[in-house]
């Protein structure tokens, strides 16, 4: 199963709505069922060098089928991820990016969202996958 165009515009809809309520302004990304760019959006006034950090948030949650935070603590000095982030032409393994699930509970694509405090970035992007 993938998610489809439609599905992604809803998701990215929901996840700046979000930022909007928390006064942020995200880099929001949405990758397919095989950690392909489906749809982007960067919020007027979002950090530049945030686009990249969402769209590889987005493809390190789909590539482990979890949230990247959940990575990252994993990923620290003598845990067993330890330096996973130089893997796949670099991941990112702080709090942003989700796994995307249909009704059934498959994993249909991911979200990654950046551009403000890593707390933010993940309400906003568990805002987005909840949409679907």
């Known amino acids: 199963m993938n998610i489809s165009l439609s599905q992604a515009e809803k998701i990215i809809s ?23 760019l489906v749809a982007f959006s960067r919020m007027d006034g979002a950090w530049l060098g945030s686009l990249d950090i969402s769209i590889k948030k987005a493809k390190t949650a789909r590539y482990f089928d979890m949230n990247t935070g959940i990575i990252g603590e994993l990923s620290q000095p003598g845990g067993a991820l ?6 796949n032409n670099g991941l990112i393994t702080f709090p942003g990016g989700v796994p995307i ?12 969202v950046s551009g403000s405090s890593v707390e ?13």
């Open 14 to 36: 929901a996840a700046k709505e979000k930022s909007r309520s928390i006064d942020t302004k995200m880099n929001i990304a949405i990758v397919d069922a095989g950690a392909n």
């Open 82 to 87: 330890y330096n996973i982030e130089h893997s």
């Open 101 to 112: 699930k249909n009704a059934s509970g498959e994993i249909i694509g991911a979200i990654g």
């Open 120 to 132: 933010n970035d993940h309400a906003v992007a568990e805002a987005g996958a909840s949409a679907i």
